[in-house]
C-alpha cells in the first residue's frame, strides 16, 4: 500500500527532500509571491508588522508600461540582444568547431577561451572600464578613429559596448557546450561529405550546423535569459544605465524603482514583463531551430 | 592530420582569439604592479615602474582580508550545500524510484529557465525582513544553497553506473545510506571535482545578490566591497587605474589559479550533458 502511494524505493524522497524544500523557498515561493506582489498596491513593511495590501489590478502594470524610463530600458535590452545573440552563436560555433578540428595546443587555446568566463564579472568589468576609457588603450590604439564621446559614455555606443563586452566574458561557455555537441555528431558524416566534394566551408554549413542544432536552441535560450538579467554590467561599467539611461536595463529598473525608490509592486511588475518576453523569445528560438 | 593550409588558417583563428580573450588579463596583471599603468601599445611590456603600492592603497580602502575573508565563507557554505544535499538529490533522482521523481526533474529544468533576478525583490522580502537574515553569511548563501546544474551533474554520474555494483551491496545488507556512501560517491570522485569547480565560480563571482543584501562593510564580500569602491571612491586615488587593477586581481586570482589547476575537470561531456539536462 504505501509502496503504491511513494513508489519502491520511498528513501529516494527522503534523500530529495532538502532540495526540494530549498526549491519551493527560494523559488517557487518567491515566484508566486513576485507575481502576487506586482499586482498590489505593496509597500516595504517593517519587519514583523503586516500592512494589508491593496488589489490595483494591472495599476502597476500600466505604470511601468507607460514610464519612459522602463519603455528605453526594453528597447535597451532589445538592442543588446539584437547585438549579443547572433554574435554568440556565430562565434562560439566557429571556434568550437576549429577547437574540434585542430588537434595541438587544445588545453591552451580552451583556457584562454573559459578563462573569462570563470571570472568575476566585477574584476572584468573595471578591466574594461580602463582599456574603453577618453584615454584608454583602445583610443591610443585606435588613434584618430576614435569614437567621441568615447565608448561608454557615448550614447549611441554604450549598450553595444556592454553587449561586446557580455559576449567576450560568456563566450567560452558556450563554446564548451558546443565542443560536447560536436562529440557527438558522426565522424562518417564528415568523411561522406568529403567524398562528396564538400569544402570545409560546405562541410560546416550541411553537416556541423544541423548536427549541432539542439545545441544551438539551448545557446539561444540561455544568452537570451542572461542577456535579460543584465544588471551588473550597466550598473558598473557604465555608471547606472548611463549616459542618461541610454544603457539602462529592466533589471537595473527593478533595483532602482524596488529597491531605491521603495516602490516593489511597480518593480515586479516589470519583472513579470521580462519574464513574460523571455518566454516569447524563447518560443520563438524554439521555431527557429526547428528542422525545416 | 597532415599541416595543411587550411590547418594553418584555424590555427591562426585560434590563436588571435585566444590572445584577443587573454590580452585584458594580461592588461590587468601588469597595471596592477605598475606606478602608472600604460595606455599606449608602445609601452605594453614595461622594464621598470614596478610597485606593490596599488595593493597596499586597496588594502587600506577596503580591507582586503576581510572582504576575501566574506568571499570564501560564502563560497564555502555554497559548496557545502551543494556536496551535501546535491548529492543526495543527485543519487536519489539516478538511482531511487519513487513517486514524484519525474516531476522534480521537470521542476528543475524549469527552474534554470526562471531569471533569479525576477526573485530578487521577494527574495529581499522574504530574507532581509521576515527571516532577519541581512548582513549575515546565512542570508548571502540561502538564495545559492544547492546549486541546481550541480545535481544535474551529480544525477548524470550515478545514471553511469552500473545497476549490478548496487545490487550487490544491497544483497549484502547494506542500507541506502551506506550504499551511497561506501559505494555510489567513491565512484563518482571526477563528479566532485567539477561540481566544485562551477560552484565555486557562482558565489565568488556574484555580484547582486550580497549587495542588496549586505550593507555592512565588515559582511561584504570581495566584489561587493570592490565594486563599491570602484564606483564610489577610485576617483580620488593619485593612481587610481592600478589601484582598480590591483583591487580586480585580488578578486579574480584565487578564481584563475583554481581554474587553471582544475581544468581537466571542467569537461565538454559532463556539462553539457548537464546543461542539457
Not at chain 1, 502511494?5 to 532540495?19: D, E, R, S
Not at chain 1, 529598473?253 to 516589470?270: C, H, L, R, T
Not at chain 2, 570564501?72 to 543519487?91: C, D, E, M, N, Q
Not at chain 2, 524510484?97 to 534554470?112: E, H, S
Request: glycine share 8%.
Amino acid at each position: 500500500m504505501l509502496t503504491r502511494i511513494l513508489g519502491k524505493q520511498p528513501f529516494g524522497l527522503a534523500l530529495a527532500v532538502p532540495y526540494v524544500v530549498f526549491l519551493a523557498v527560494v523559488m517557487a515561493y518567491p515566484l508566486a509571491y513576485a507575481v502576487w506582489i506586482s499586482f498590489f498596491d505593496y509597500v516595504f513593511a517593517a519587519p514583523g508588522m503586516d500592512i494589508d495590501a491593496d488589489f490595483v489590478g494591472l495599476a502597476n502594470y500600466q505604470a511601468a508600461l507607460t514610464d519612459p524610463r522602463v519603455l528605453q530600458s526594453f528597447g535597451n535590452i532589445a538592442i543588446f540582444l539584437a547585438i549579443n545573440v547572433p554574435l554568440t552563436v556565430v562565434l562560439s560555433m566557429i571556434l568550437a568547431s576549429a577547437l574540434n578540428a585542430v588537434t595541438r595546443w587544445t588545453a591552451a587555446f580552451r583556457v584562454a577561451f573559459y578563462v573569462p568566463y570563470v571570472t568575476a564579472s566585477v574584476s572584468l568589468i573595471g578591466v574594461w572600464m580602463l582599456l574603453f576609457s577618453q584615454e584608454g588603450l583602445v583610443n591610443t590604439i585606435l588613434g584618430p578613429l576614435a569614437p567621441d564621446p568615447s565608448w561608454l559614455v557615448n550614447e549611441h555606443l554604450a549598450m553595444p559596448s556592454i553587449a561586446l563586452y557580455v559576449t567576450w566574458k560568456q563566450l567560452g561557455f558556450y563554446i564548451l557546450l558546443y565542443l560536447a555537441a560536436l562529440q557527438a555528431v558522426p565522424a562518417e558524416r564528415y568523411e561522406s561529405a568529403s567524398t562528396d566534394g564538400a569544402g570545409i566551408i560546405q562541410r560546416f554549413w550541411h553537416v556541423t550546423v544541423p548536427g549541432v542544432r539542439s545545441t544551438t536552441l539551448i545557446v539561444l535560450i540561455l544568452s537570451i535569459i542572461i542577456g535579460a538579467n543584465l544588471f551588473t554590467e550597466p550598473y558598473l561599467l557604465t555608471n547606472g544605465g548611463g549616459p542618461d539611461g541610454a544603457s539602462s536595463s529592466p533589471v537595473l529598473m527593478i533595483y532602482q524603482k524596488g529597491i531605491q525608490q521603495g516602490n516593489p509592486d511597480v518593480a515586479s511588475a516589470i519583472g513579470v514583463i521580462l519574464v513574460i518576453g523571455v518566454g516569447l523569445l524563447s518560443l520563438l528560438s524554439t521555431r527557429l531551430t526547428k528542422e525545416s | 592530420m597532415s599541416r595543411s593550409p587550411k590547418q594553418v588558417v584555424l590555427y591562426l583563428i585560434l590563436a588571435i582569439m585566444a590572445l584577443g580573450f587573454i590580452a585584458p588579463f594580461y592588461f590587468m596583471v601588469v597595471g596592477a604592479f605598475q606606478e602608472n599603468p600604460t595606455n599606449t601599445p608602445a609601452d605594453m611590456f614595461p622594464t621598470g615602474g614596478w610597485t606593490l603600492e596599488n595593493f597596499a592603497t586597496i588594502n587600506e580602502r577596503i580591507n582586503l582580508p576581510r572582504s576575501l575573508m566574506n568571499s570564501l565563507v560564502f563560497t564555502a557554505g555554497v559548496l557545502l550545500g551543494t556536496l551535501t544535499f546535491g548529492l543526495l538529490a543527485g543519487y536519489s533522482l539516478a538511482r531511487l524510484r519513487w513517486r514524484g521523481r519525474n516531476a522534480l526533474f521537470v521542476i528543475m529544468l524549469g527552474v534554470q529557465m526562471v531569471p533569479f533576478q525576477l526573485l530578487m525583490i521577494p527574495l529581499y522580502v522574504q530574507v532581509a525582513s521576515y527571516y532577519q537574515l541581512g548582513d549575515t553569511y546565512a542570508g548571502m548563501i540561502l538564495p545559492f544553497l544547492i546549486n541546481t546544474t550541480a545535481v544535474f551533474i551529480f544525477r548524470q554520474f550515478f545514471l553511469g553506473l552500473p545497476e549490478e555494483i548496487f545490487e550487490a551491496a544491497r544483497i549484502d545488507g547494506a542500507g541506502e545510506l551506506r550504499v551511497l556512501w561506501s559505494v555510489a560517491i567513491p565512484m563518482v570522485k571526477p563528479a566532485i571535482a567539477t561540481v566544485v569547480l562551477i560552484t565555486f565560480i557562482g558565489p565568488w563571482n556574484e555580484f547582486l545578490w550580497p549587495f542588496l543584501i549586505t550593507k555592512d562593510a565588515d559582511t561584504q564580500p570581495l566584489a561587493v566591497s570592490l565594486a563599491n569602491f570602484i564606483s564610489n571612491s577610485a576617483r580620488s586615488e593619485a593612481n587610481p587605474n592600478g589601484v582598480i587593477l590591483a583591487g580586480a586581481c585580488a578578486l579574480a586570482l584565487p578564481v584563475v589559479i583554481l581554474f587553471c589547476l582544475f581544468q581537466r575537470h571542467f569537461r565538454p561531456s559532463d556539462l553539457g550533458a548537464a546543461v542539457k539536462g
